[in-house]
């Protein structure tokens, strides 16, 4: 059985989030999308709340992924612990709330979702993913698995690509909000492309106010970021599997205005 499984980029601000709730359900059934993780890691433009995962999951996201701000709104903490649908990178140490790392059982099959952290230029306290990356790939035991690679680096996320090129279903790149060409399916049949994108405003710098940004590249004070405002966009992929065997069959991008 091909199963449509879609990877929504980055929701930046209340712009990103709204245009979320107006327009994945219809996208879903116009793709007959089986399964949707969505990213929501600048949700509140830095970080997300609960209430705001919450918007996501009623939206109609299956899970949620995050990255390097999630532990920017404390309240997120128990959220984290209690919630099995959103998921913060699993290379953060063991002791931190919440999962990185889940499976949720649908008529197809069980699908194991996998959130990871990049290392280069992001100054967090991790793991090594591309160990746990590896360790993961040899015990997981379902075939349709999916990886969320939040990572700054293009040469990061396309090496992660290639290691777990065979062994997972898709793997995809978040964080840069810019969304890449390559999406592709890779020699053993993993789907991949290094950048999903972002869901926000189109008129802005990665989602964020358009002055604001070049202000800061000018030398203004900080100030906490706004989002950018006017006609926003969705951003993302389309993996087709094969339930059986979690080959991926075909990957395509997607773009929603």
């Known amino acids: 059985m091909q199963v449509n499984i879609l990877a929504v980029g980055d929701i930046c ?22 399964f949707t993780v969505v990213n929501g890691e600048n949700a509140n433009v830095v970080g997300i709340t609960p209430r705001q995962a919450d918007s996501i999951l009623r939206a109609g996201a299956d899970v949620i992924t995050l990255g ?11 959220y984290l612990a209690e919630r099995s649908r959103i998921l913060r990178p699993a290379n953060y140490g063991p002791q931190c709330p919440g999962r990185g790392i889940a499976v949720y059982s649908r008529d197809f099959g069980d699908i194991c979702v996998l959130n990871l952290l990049g290392r280069f ?10 160990l ?3 360790g993961y790939a040899a015990e997981i035991q379902e075939k349709i698995v999916l990886v969320d690679f939040h990572a700054e680096g293009t040469s990061e996320k396309r090496a992660m690509g290639y290691l777990l090129d065979g062994k997972v279903s898709a793997v995809w790149g978040t964080h840069t909000h810019v969304q890449t060409s390559d999406a592709c399916v890779l ?9 999903l994108g972002m869901t926000g405003a189109v008129h802005s710098v990665l ?10 590249f000018m030398g203004d004070p900080p100030r906490r970021y706004e989002a950018g405002k ?17 080959k991926c069959l075909q990957a395509e991008a997607v773009r929603l205005t």
Do not use: M
């Open 207 to 216: 989602g964020i106010d358009v002055e604001q940004s070049i202000g800061k």
């Open 68 to 78: 390097n701000h999630t532990w920017t709104r404390t309240e997120l903490q128990p």
């Open 13 to 34: 601000g209340d712009p990103g989030l709204q245009f979320l709730e107006k327009n994945l359900k219809q996208l879903q059934k116009d793709r007959g999308i089986a």
């Open 121 to 130: 230029t992001l100054d967090n306290n991790t793991d090594n993913p591309f």
């Open 187 to 195: 020699p053993k049949g993993t789907g991949y492309i290094t950048d």
């Open 230 to 246: 006017g006609p926003c966009r969705l951003e993302g992929c389309i993996f087709t599997v094969d339930s059986e065997t979690g």
């Open 132 to 134: 746990i990356a590896d």
